[in-house]
């Protein structure tokens, strides 16, 4: 091996050791030769940093919290989760799925994963670029008629969501203890940048989930396979609930046409 070799070895290992430190000082000793001043300052700036990407993406989730526990959540999630990107909005969705897996203790609420993917879900619409502007809908292609040969797709800057609880409700004075009645979501962005939510019930969520399953489907196709689903319904009684609910949606670009 040769010098320059053995000098990047020792670089790379006194790296993992600082990142080791920084992430956890009471389980790793810190890199030897660095003064330990430093290694504090350190320390605070990259957690301080983490954490303020999180007070920022989780802002109700924030405010059930005394502030010495929301510190000590962030640090549990700053020690343990081996995040792989630095990005403020990849950190967010790392913290989203670090509670999926999280042990709660009694100073959590019994939604917080939950919460905290409705919140991450949000930002994520918010300020997601869609690689190709999916075509609007017109008014000719929305009437009845015409949606029999119009290829439909859910808008990319869409997404459903299901949970046990009723997250868009949840505040300070607002905290249920145990799940309710499964709420649906359909989360979108409209024309004017803005991030709406329509609640769905179980049908239209089926309705919704087929479409993003099989994008390209016609209005009667999309009917046709959600009909097994729903054997209490008979086509005509789907159209029938389906139609105004797609229009709707597609003149609020939640819908659009199929792009290939």
């Known amino acids: 091996m040769s010098t320059t070799d053995t000098t990047l070895n020792d670089f790379s290992q006194v790296q993992q050791q600082l990142a080791a430190y920084i992430r956890n000082p009471d389980s790793a000793p810190p890199p030897t030769g660095v003064e330990p001043r430093r290694l504090k300052v350190y320390r605070e700036l990259?957690?301080?940093?983490?954490?303020?990407?999180?007070?920022?993406?989780?802002?109700?989730?924030k405010t059930l919290y005394s502030e010495q526990n929301w510190t000590a959540l962030a640090r549990q999630f700053f020690s343990n989760y081996a995040c792989h990107s630095p990005y403020f909005l990849h950190i967010a969705e790392q913290f989203a799925t670090f509670l999926q897996d999280y042990q709660p203790t009694a100073a959590d609420p019994p939604f917080l994963a939950e919460l905290a993917h409705y919140e991450w879900a949000e930002l994520y619409i918010a300020t997601l670029t869609s690689e190709q502007q999916l075509p609007a809908l017109s008014q000719a292609e929305l009437a009845s008629?015409?949606?029999?040969?119009?290829?439909?797709?859910?808008?990319?800057?869409?997404?459903?969501?299901?949970?046990?609880?009723?997250?868009?409700?949840i505040c300070v004075d607002f905290q249920p203890a145990e799940p309710t009645q499964p709420v649906f979501f359909l989360l979108y962005r409209n024309s004017e940048h803005e991030v709406k939510f329509v609640q769905l019930n179980q049908a239209t969520l089926l309705l919704l989930n087929t479409l993003a399953e099989q994008p390209g489907l016609t209005f009667n196709a999309l009917i046709q396979a959600l009909s097994?689903?729903?054997?209490?319904?008979?086509?005509?009684?789907?159209?029938?609930g389906a139609l105004p609910l797609l229009q709707d949606l597609a003149g609020k670009g939640?819908?659009?046409g199929y792009s290939a």
């Open 46 to 61: 990259f957690f301080n940093n983490v954490k303020g990407f999180l007070d920022t993406a989780f802002p109700v989730l």
């Open 145 to 169: 008629d015409a949606l029999s040969s119009t290829r439909l797709q859910l808008s990319e800057l869409a997404m459903l969501c299901a949970y046990q609880y009723p997250v868009q409700q």
């Open 228 to 240: 097994p689903q729903l054997p209490g319904l008979t086509e005509q009684q789907l159209q029938q």
């Open 254 to 256: 939640a819908i659009c």
